[in-house]
T-cell receptor, first 114, second 110 residues
């Protein structure tokens, strides 16, 4: 089975801090995604990547950046954390070219910005 | 624009059947997915429809009508462990990503 691992389950940071959320997948998937999940809003796409060193903005990229230096690792960076970035962050990966490109999710990182 | 709509909450009794509806308006369509998410856990894949009709997988079935922009997830013989949120998502090729609905929280009562 595909395993998507997020480095932290819970994280508490202060306003203005730089925050790194790490995600690693072990099945050689080309596609990787970062979502945030908020009650009543569902999952919203922040950034995605279809290849190493490639990144595309999703629906809500403001205040975030990403890095994909290796195929298996996709990092989400909050340059200067703000309280409205308190959320559950979910990383996902999928196989390019599959007939049903289902997503495999990590367990999520619950980030609280104080 | 892109929009997916689902009921926010549903309640059903153990052993019963429940239908969770999903309506969508997206730019481009390349398949509709249902995911299950237990509280505090990652979403997991349940089903995929790309053609009209019913896909059955054990106690779970999913239906799609592309002309109506409509899908439903049918859960039979409900069990307590089915209490979870159910997420409807459309793979939109034009946008090259998944668009998720807000999720339906299902509570199964004894």
């Amino acid at each position: 089975d595909v395993k998507v691992t997020q480095s932290s389950r819970y994280l508490v940071k202060r306003t203005g801090e730089k925050v790194f959320l790490e995600c690693v997948q072990d099945m050689d998937h080309e596609n990787m995604f970062w979502y945030r999940q908020d009650p009543g809003l569902g999952l919203r796409l922040i950034y995605f990547s279809y290849d190493v060193k490639m990144k595309e903005k999703g629906d809500i990229p403001e205040g975030y950046s990403v890095s994909r230096e290796k195929k298996e690792r996709f990092s989400l960076i909050l340059e200067s954390a703000s309280t409205n970035q308190t959320s559950m962050y979910l990383c996902a990966s999928s196989l390019e070219g599959a007939t049903n490109e289902k997503l495999f999710f990590g367990s999520g990182t619950q980030l609280s910005v104080l | 624009g892109q929009n997916i709509d689902q009921p926010t909450e549903m309640t059903a009794t153990e052993g019963a059947i429940v239908q969770i509806n999903c309506t969508y308006q997206t730019s481009g369509f390349n398949g509709l997915f249902w995911y299950q998410q237990h509280a505090g856990e990652a979403p997991t894949f349940l089903s995929y429809n790309v053609l009209d009709g019913l896909e059955e997988k054990g106690r779970f079935s999913s239906f799609l009508s592309r002309s109506k922009g409509y899908s439903y997830l049918l859960l039979k013989e409900l069990q307590m462990k089915d209490s979870a949120s159910y997420l409807c998502a459309v793979w939109s090729r034009n946008g090259q990503n998944f668009v998720f609905g807000p999720g339906t929280r299902l509570s199964v009562l004894p």
